[in-house]
């Protein structure tokens, strides 16, 4: 099946399997590694990314469901050489070791703080409880999520929403 997806503002068109899972068009078609792909459970969320502004994780998501949609990921947060205030958190508060969970972490992060700029530490550990982290004890990362809430951690004005994205960079690659 051809599909067009756009990707942190980027359109691309593909001819897919129909069986191809989200995670791995990310990966294998667009080379966009940062989303990463664990236990193809639905158990770990290392894979999350958004579609359409929502929080998914792309391991449970067919990539011709995509098509016509808008994806983020993990690469589309930094703004040029400026990082998002998640991603300036998690160095600043130590919020990873081997960063195996770090991409999901960080997307469901931003998510966090785009609806609630100001989360608890209860409401943080809610927003990460779908995700598994093998090394930090999640206490860096809660951490990390609230640096990033106390130095500016709410929504970019081109994080608003697709059309604004697709015009702010108006690009398209069509492969097949
Ligand atoms: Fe998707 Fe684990 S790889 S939830
Ligand atoms: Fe290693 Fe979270 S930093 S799994």
Request: one cysteine or more; proline letters at 4%.
């Amino acid at each position: 099946m051809r599909i067009t997806v756009t990707v942190n503002g980027e359109r691309y068109t593909r001819d897919v399997e129909p069986r191809l899972l989200l995670v791995h068009f990310l990966r294998d078609e667009l080379g966009l590694t940062g989303t990463h792909w664990g236990c193809d459970t639905s158990n770990c969320g290392v894979c999350a990314v958004w579609l359409d502004g929502a929080p998914v994780k792309s391991c449970t998501v067919l990539a011709v469901m995509a098509d016509g949609h808008e994806v983020r990921t993990v690469e589309g947060l930094a703004d040029g050489a400026e990082l998002d205030p998640v991603q300036q958190g998690f160095v600043a508060c130590h919020g990873l070791q081997c960063g195996f969970c770090t991409p999901g972490m960080m997307m469901t992060a931003r998510r966090l703080l785009d609806q609630d700029p100001d989360p608890s530490e209860k409401a943080i550990r809610e927003a990460i409880s779908g995700q598994l982290c093998r090394c930090t004890g999640y206490e860096n990362i809660v951490r990390s999520i609230r640096w990033a809430a106390e130095h500016g951690g709410t929504a970019r004005p081109a994080e608003t929403g697709a059309g604004e994205a697709e015009e702010a960079h108006g690009r398209e690659e069509v492969r097949t």
